[in-house]
């Protein structure tokens, strides 16, 4: 249940019973003036305990195209082909023990994956 218009959720469960838990947080049009929040993200109690990793893409994560931007590139080197293609290989934000929830800070036009195992 959220009561945020530009939060999206896509729970997911696997045959194991591993979850997965994909969030969409922006505006309408991707505005870049929507707030940042923090939201409560709650789990069942049988998963207490287990390992939950977070993967994040915003404007400062997981994002090649913003580094292309902030470092002005215009001719591309091979050295810079590489550094932006390991910019955009998701890697995990947060990895840790599941206590029952998580308090996830959103950033304008972001999507989380959560990964419960």
Do not use: W
Not at 43 to 55: A, S
Not at 92 to 108: C, E, F, H, K, N
Request: proline share 4%; aromatic share 8%; with cysteine.
């Amino acid at each position: 249940e959220c009561e945020n218009d530009n939060l999206h959720v896509i729970p997911t469960k696997d045959e194991n019973g591993n979850y997965a838990v994909l969030l969409s947080y922006s505006g309408e049009f991707f505005e870049e003036d929507i707030p940042t929040v923090t939201e409560k993200l709650s789990f069942e109690e049988e998963l207490v305990g287990k390992t939950v990793t977070v993967y994040r893409i915003d404007k400062e994560t997981t994002n090649p195209y913003r580094v292309y931007q902030r470092l002005g590139l215009d001719d591309l080197s091979a050295e810079d082909i590489a550094m932006l293609r390991r910019e955009g290989e998701l890697k995990p934000v947060y990895t840790g023990t599941l206590s029952g929830a998580l308090d996830m800070t959103l950033t304008p036009n972001s999507t989380y994956l959560v990964s419960v195992c």
